[in-house]
């Protein structure tokens, strides 16, 4: 049973446009996320992170939402480049363990 | 910058064989992972290692077994290949401490024929 959830498979944006990847986790326990970017033939990479005492986290053009209430974070990408395609997993688990659960992933398309 | 090798890109092999995966990191890091991928389900954790020769399950540990003799290297291994085990297999390191990263190998595609 996931406890991480990515409901879009795919997201297809023009370049320049915001991209937006959602995510929602049902462990209540959860109280920190990451976000990984992986490329075809790649292992995944690490991205950006949160914790559960933030709402927001930026960096560059990265920026990740939390809502705890909802269970919901996303990532938004602005602007979107070309070489932002990729698969994104969105990650959770909680402060000081070292398991993530992570999510299918979100295939992102940045057309020029 | 965090190196994290998978000797193998690609590997076919056959039902019932015993099938080995190593991974070796460059880092010194304590704590060692493996995963599988699969279409719709994402990396799952099979098992991790916290320290050489220990060992904790992680979600989905049956059908494999781990070996972590030496700090930079943890093996997995497929005790008796079955045909779902076919997946993507990743490896990763990190530090020990608060939310470190993972790093993560380029992953082995294993094939169970």
């Known amino acids: 049973d996931q406890q991480v959830k990515q409901n879009s498979p795919s997201l297809s944006v023009q370049e320049g446009r915001i991209s937006i990847l959602n995510c929602d986790y049902t462990?209540?326990?959860?109280?920190?996320f990451l976000w990984y970017k992986k490329y075809p033939a790649e292992g995944p990479t690490f991205l950006i992170s949160i914790s559960s005492i933030k709402d927001k986290n930026e960096d560059g053009r990265f920026t990740v939402f939390l809502n705890k209430s909802a269970k919901h974070l996303s990532l938004h990408i602005v602007p979107s480049q070309p070489g932002d395609s990729a698969v994104y997993f969105c990650a959770a688990t909680t402060i000081g363990d070292y398991k993530l659960s992570f999510g299918a992933g979100t295939t992102v398309t940045v057309r020029a | 910058d965090v190196k994290v090798t998978q000797s193998s890109r690609y590997l076919v092999k056959r039902t019932g064989e015993k099938v080995f995966l190593e991974c070796v990191q460059d880092?010194?890091?304590?704590?060692m992972f493996w995963y599988r991928q699969d279409p719709g389900l994402g990396l799952r954790l099979i098992y991790f290692?916290?320290?050489?020769?220990?060992?904790e399950k992680g979600d989905i540990p049956e059908g494999y077994s781990v070996s972590r003799e030496k700090k930079e290297r943890f093996s997995l291994i497929l005790e008796s290949a079955s045909t779902n085990q076919t997946s993507m297999y990743l490896c990763a390191s990190s530090w020990t401490g608060i939310n470190q990263p993972q790093h993560f190998g380029d992953g082995t595609r294993l094939s169970i024929l």
């Open positions: 880092m010194d890091h304590e704590n």
């Open positions: 462990n209540s326990m959860f109280d920190y």
């Open positions: 290692s916290y320290d050489v020769k220990m060992k």
